[in-house]
Every structure is written in C-alpha cells, then in structure tokens.
Nanobody, 123 residues
Framework: QVQLVESGGGLVQAGGSLRLSCVVS????????MGWIRQVPGKERELIAA???????WYSTAAKDRFTISTDDAERTVNLQMNRLNPEDTAVYYC?????????????????WGQGTQVTVSS
C-alpha cells in the first residue's frame, strides 16, 4: 500500500523559509517520479517541482531559483526547501508520485497523493 505523508507546513512571514517533508512508503524512488503540487483556493492544482526516477529535477517558473526538491533514500523522504517565500506562495502543498519519468506536466498523471499541508505566507 502506497502512503505519502507530508509535514512542515505553517505560517511564515514574507521573505522567510519553510522546509516541507514527505515520508513515502510502498513505492520505489527508482521507478517513480516524485512531485510537489500546490493548490490555491479557487484555482487548479499546479505542479511546482519534480524529482524524476533518473534523478533529474524540474521546477516551475514560480519555484525556480527559490525552491529545491530532494530525496533521501535512507529516510524515505521527499523534501521541498522553500526560500524567499511571498504571499503568492500561500497554498495547500501536496506530495505526489507517478510511475516512470516526467513525461508530462499534467497533474492528474500523478496517481498517488498525500493529504496536503497548508503553507501560509503573511505580508
């Protein structure tokens, strides 16, 4: 059974940092692409970072140069370090996984999801 459990969300002031973590069980990082997806109320879910099965990383324009995705095989975690946060980053952040590589940026292609963690950035 696949389980993804996020933690690390919270309230932070603009310009601050947060580190999200996702504990993963039931699937292999070697055969799955791991992603962080966020959703602002009233808007569609948005893929912001991915770590592919081959160890490559991808970032959305909004995340590039501010966020860093990483995996830790020993701890079985997928992490998202978020720096220079701004109020537009306020959203629920989900850890998600899809089998194989990042062949598309379609959010619905991610089959496995965590429950989400709220990130709120105050101005």
């Amino acid at each position: 059974q696949v389980q993804l459990v996020e933690s690390g969300g919270g309230l932070v002031q603009a310009g601050g940092s947060l580190r999200l973590s996702c504990v993963v069980s039931g699937l292999s990082f070697d055969s799955h692409t791991m992603g962080w997806i966020r959703q602002v109320p009233g808007k569609e879910r948005e893929l912001i970072a991915a770590f592919t099965a081959r160890g490559r990383v991808w970032y959305s324009t909004a995340a590039k140069d501010r966020f860093t995705i990483s995996t830790d095989d020993a701890e079985r975690t997928v992490n998202l370090q978020m720096n220079r946060l701004n109020p537009e980053d306020t959203a629920v952040y989900y850890c998600a996984a899809r089998y194989g590589g990042l062949t598309s940026l379609i959010v619905s292609d991610f089959k496995y999801w965590g429950q989400g963690t709220q990130v709120t950035v105050s101005s």
